[in-house]
Antibody
């Protein structure tokens, strides 16, 4: 059974940093691009970042470009989202999500983690 | 990026009702459209892909239709467990984009 488990969320001050982790199990994660989608409190879903199966290609939404960095360690089946220069508008639940493609092509998503809450506040 | 617009943003319905949610894309996306259900404090769950194909395990009370720019999600015989927020998502072009959501509430 596929499982995606996020960790690393918490309370951080504006301008601070946080690293999220997503541990995958139940499938060969190195065969798939992996994605992060976030949801601000009471709001809709926002596609944030993605990484190709081999880590060579990445994508960032304009709202996080230059501040977030996505990476992966396929030997440990973990995907990371390093978040820096955090702003109050980054407050959200961050979901790790699996799609159907190896690369960064458009895809729908079949499995979502339970999410980890990031709160940026002074 | 392709913009996805859902309507209505919320609706009230009774148990047993049939409801239809609409999703419109800012440009043609063929049938590259997915629907998700999200219950409070839970992750979204995939319901439909390719506009009308049900994910494994999803009951046939859910159905999707449409192509190009206009799509619908219909839920027949609404049950208490169906009260949730529903999102559409296009995957015709990168990056994938989501609609704003439709909250289905109990009347």
């Amino acid at each position: 059974e596929v499982h995606l488990v996020e960790s690393g969320g918490g309370l951080v001050q504006p301008g601070g940093s946080l690293r999220l982790s997503c541990t995958a199990s139940g499938f060969t994660s190195s065969d798939y691009a992996m994605h992060w989608v976030r949801q601000a409190p009471g709001k809709g879903l926002e596609y944030v970042s993605a990484i190709r199966n081999n880590g060579r290609d990445t994508y960032y939404a304009d709202s996080v470009k230059g501040r977030f960095h996505i990476s992966r360690d396929n030997s440990k089946r973990i995907v990371f989202l390093q978040m820096s220069s955090l702003r109050t508008e980054d407050t959200a639940v961050y979901y790790c999500v699996k799609g159907f493609k190896i690369g960064l092509g458009p895809t729908d998503f079949d499995y979502w983690g339970q999410g980890t809450l990031v709160t940026v506040s002074s | 990026d392709i913009q996805m617009t859902q309507s209505p943003s919320s609706l009230s319905a009774s148990v047993g009702d049939r409801v239809t949610i609409t999703c419109r894309a800012s440009q043609g996306i063929n049938t590259w459209l997915a629907w998700y259900q999200q219950k409070p404090a839970k992750a979204p769950k995939s319901l439909i892909y390719a506009a009308s194909s049900l994910q494994s395990g999803v009951p046939s009370k859910f159905s999707g239709n449409g192509s190009g720019t206009d799509f619908t999600l219909t839920i027949n015989s609404l049950q208490p467990e169906d009260f949730a927020t529903y999102y559409c998502q296009q995957y015709d072009s990168f990056p994938p984009t989501f609609g704003g959501g439709t909250k289905v509430e109990i009347k």
